[in-house]
């Protein structure tokens, strides 16, 4: 069945970077976009990034210029690295796979940036 298993997530000071992970497994990795989405207490989960299958690339406005999503189809992973954390990226961020009318999401990994 469909797996995605996210990875990397922590507590980094402002200012700090970390790179999250998501291993696929059980579909066709590279016919899938993939995208990042997150969700802090209290608001609606909301997306952060995506990755076409051909390698194209959107940004949420808060994130651009600071985040890069990334996807290596041979490894079945899709990346999100993070520089200059701010305090309002503390969520739960996850990874979404979407294949036609399938969505899939993965379990979730916590982000704490403190100031």
């Known amino acids: 069945q469909v797996q995605l298993v996210e990875s990397g997530g922590g507590l980094v000071q402002a200012g700090g970077s970390l790179r999250l992970s998501c291993a696929a497994s059980?579909?066709?990795?590279?016919?899938?976009?993939m995208a990042w989405y997150r969700q802090a207490p209290g608001n609606r989960r909301e997306l952060v990034a995506f990755?076409?299958?051909?390698?194209?690339?959107n940004y949420a406005d808060s994130v651009k210029g600071r985040f890069t999503i990334s996807r290596d189809n041979a490894k079945n992973t899709v990346y999100l690295q993070m520089n200059s954390l701010k305090p309002e990226d503390t969520a739960v961020y996850y990874c979404?796979?979407?294949?036609?009318?399938?969505?899939?999401w993965g379990q979730g990994t916590q982000v704490t940036v403190s100031s």
């Open positions: 979404r796979r979407d294949y036609g009318p399938y969505v899939d």
């Open positions: 059980g579909f066709i990795f590279s016919a899938s976009n």
């Open positions: 990755i076409t299958r051909g390698g194209t690339t």
